[in-house]
């Protein structure tokens, strides 16, 4: 079982993800990690999503605990600003505009079923993030979109076969693998303000034994 990180150990990765994409971004240099011990020196997945009066401006990161984490989410905080695919490299003018999140996550797990439409019982909106795979398409949705969207497991569960460039209902099919996970979140409360842990509200249950 992995260990909650502590306010203070999240506070110190989102104010790291922001000085690394202002130096980034203002110098193109990539910096140092700052002297970490514990469970920040510790490999953890992490995606750093970034928001700009609201709507979405960046999020990439590493879904499996391949870095120490404090170095993944450097790595993830620039290639948010600078590598998403969908959005022009953020511009050293939009600094002060930018709200940071870093979303820790456990090791993800396949769930287990005895056939797919047992898939939304075994998923809990809220706590759970979704991998989809099929083939070589691959798609992630962090815990907290289906909860900012409005979405049921069954939405959700499409909505990650779309972002793995699949149809809707993909999750229905056999060979289509499906993962859960979970994230500690840790967010600005407004650009380069004050640092929260933000805690999702729950919706729906998995079955006993999950």
Known sequence: MISLLSLDEGRILVRTAREAIKTYVEEGT???????????????GVFVTLTSGGELRGCIGHPLPTLPLIEATIDAAISSATRDPR??????????????EV???????????SHPSEYPKRIVVG????????????????????????????EFLSQACMKAGLPPDAWLEKGTKISRFS??????REPGGE?????????????EGI
């Open 30 to 44: 990539v910096i140092r990690p700052p002297r970490v011990s514990g469970r920040l020196r510790e490999p953890r």
């Open 87 to 100: 959005f022009p490299p953020v511009s050293p003018d939009e600094l002060n505009e930018i709200e940071i």
């Open 103 to 113: 979303s820790v996550l456990t090791r993800p797990e396949p769930i287990e079923v």
């Open 127 to 154: 706590r759970d993030g979704l991998i989809v795979e099929r083939g070589f398409h691959a798609g992630l949705l962090l815990p907290q979109v289906p909860v900012e969207w409005g979405w049921d497991a069954e």
């Open 183 to 188: 994230a500690q979140i840790f967010s600005e």
């Open 195 to 207: 640092i929260q842990e933000k805690r999702l509200q729950e919706i729906g249950g998995a079955g």
